[in-house]
């Protein structure tokens, strides 16, 4: 399969291609200047292809206000993109009060705050790109704002229906009452970085201890009934053996805890520089094949969706009710969506449903009859939990064709919407792809 990358020297778009060799799946590619590079990319070929085979394409962005394209040096987006916005990204501060070993954003140069006026402006600009779409405010860390919770009313007000707060978690630690602040001016979930239930994990990643905090944090969000998604940074060595006890975790913690969200490590940012090994490397086939062994195949492949537009390879989600018993049960969003509907002939709905999900809690109770029914959707309500995997690309891996198809967009406050990707593409010597505007 061909493709394009850039250079990670030089940054110049150069000839790529993924090869297979015995079970895995390489990316390479020769730059005139600076030599062959190759990495590993996903460690299981079979499902490689199988999840290729369900690549959608969608037309370009015809007549959207994008910009010429020159993919990927004029971001904003170009016309040569063509996924939709389905999450814009803000980053509303450069302040960070955590020296991470790993971080997206290169927090350490400024301590420059956008202005509320340019705030308005990102949401103009996601508007314009992504529509209604979901937002995520982020950093540095957006908790260091004090008036993140008016930032989220702003946001409410312009027309978003989903906001959520990309955080550590340390301030929802460490004031009970804020998450209820947060809550009350319309955040909607709590994107809270979570890499496992072991304080060695976090002296590693993150520098310190952190497990009181992240279930303090998890505690207070829960008082607020604010919603928790636990999103690990996964790296191999550190956490990817132990990503069931993260589910197991979850399980515990719900209905605060809504879903787990991993994210392969990526070599971008602070990342020190030189060509990451590939005993380093992470993909999301070893995240799945790391849950279906630490779960037991509680979670397995076959519940997995990839995402369908452009490359598969990019994301994959799946949703799980709890019953009362306490093992996952693997169930579709429509499947979820059509049994919640008030409109739909719920006793037969119901029937269908508990059939296959629920057979077990439901012989104790089914003397019961309906109201066992009624029960059981309280509970499909409250108990779900979606579990998904998104992979960044950096400048080892990138796929221009890939990001062509990126739906999540950094805004930057002059106005652009910038495949997040691109945003945080670091060449091996640390030089930015994209300049951040809004720094002074
Ligand atoms: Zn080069």
Redo the contacts with the bound molecule.
């Keep these: 399969m061909e493709t394009r990358s850039l250079?990670?020297?030089?940054?110049?778009v150069?000839p790529a291609r993924y090869e297979q060799r015995g079970h895995e799946i390489f990316f390479n590619k020769r730059?005139?200047?600076?030599?062959f590079f190759e990495t590993v990319f996903w460690r299981d070929a079979a499902m490689f292809f199988k999840w290729q085979k369900q690549a959608v394409h969608a037309l370009k962005n015809a007549g959207l206000p994008y910009g010429q394209a020159e993919c990927p040096f004029n971001c904003g987006l170009c016309g040569e993109h063509e996924g939709k916005i389905c999450t814009a990204v803000m980053e509303i501060t450069y302040r960070c009060n955590l020296r991470c070993a790993v971080c997206f954003a290169d927090t350490e140069k400024s301590s420059f705050d956008p202005s509320i006026e340019q705030i308005e402006a990102m949401y103009r600009t996601a508007l314009r790109y992504g529509g209604v779409c979901s937002i995520q405010l982020s950093g540095g860390e957006p908790t260091l704002r004090e008036d993140l919770p008016s930032i989220i009313t702003l946001g409410k007000e312009m027309g978003f229906r989903h906001i959520q707060v990309n955080t550590n978690g340390l301030r929802l630690a460490s004031e009970p009452e804020y998450a209820l602040r947060l809550a009350e001016a319309g955040a909607d979930l709590v994107y809270l970085q979570f890499d496992g239930v072991d304080d060695v994990i976090y002296k590693k990643i993150r520098g310190r201890r952190l497990l009181a905090e992240k279930c303090a944090a998890i505690e207070h969000c829960g008082r607020a009934n604010l919603g928790v998604l636990l999103v690990p940074t996964v790296m191999p060595g550190l956490n990817l053996a132990h990503l069931g006890e993260i589910i197991e975790f979850a399980k515990k913690h719900m209905p605060v805890v809504k879903g787990v969200h991993f994210q392969p490590v990526s070599y971008f940012g602070r990342f020190p520089g030189n060509a990451p090994r590939n005993e380093h490397r992470c993909s999301l086939c070893d995240i799945i094949h790391a849950l279906e062994e630490q779960t037991n195949g509680e979670i397995t492949e076959a519940h997995l969706v990839p995402r369908k537009r452009f490359s598969p390879h990019c994301s994959f989600s799946a949703l799980y009710y709890l019953p009362p018993q306490g093992r996952l049960q693997s169930v579709t969003h429509a499947e979820r969506n059509a049994f919640l509907d008030e409109r739909t002939d719920f006793p037969q709905k119901a029937n269908a449903f508990t059939n296959k999900y629920w057979r077990m809690s439901l012989s104790q109770q089914e003397q019961n009859g309906r109201s066992a029914m009624q029960e059981f959707r309280a509970r499909l309500r409250t108990h779900t939990l979606a579990i998904s995997g998104m992979g960044f690309q950096d400048v080892w891996n990138i796929d221009i064709g890939r990001l062509q198809g990126c739906c999540v967009s950094v805004i930057s406050a002059n106005a652009k919407a910038i495949p997040l990707c691109a945003f945080h593409l670091t060449s091996a010597s640390g030089t930015r792809l994209y300049r951040n505007d809004q720094r002074p």
């Design positions: 250079c990670p020297v030089c940054l110049r150069i730059c005139p200047e600076h030599g």
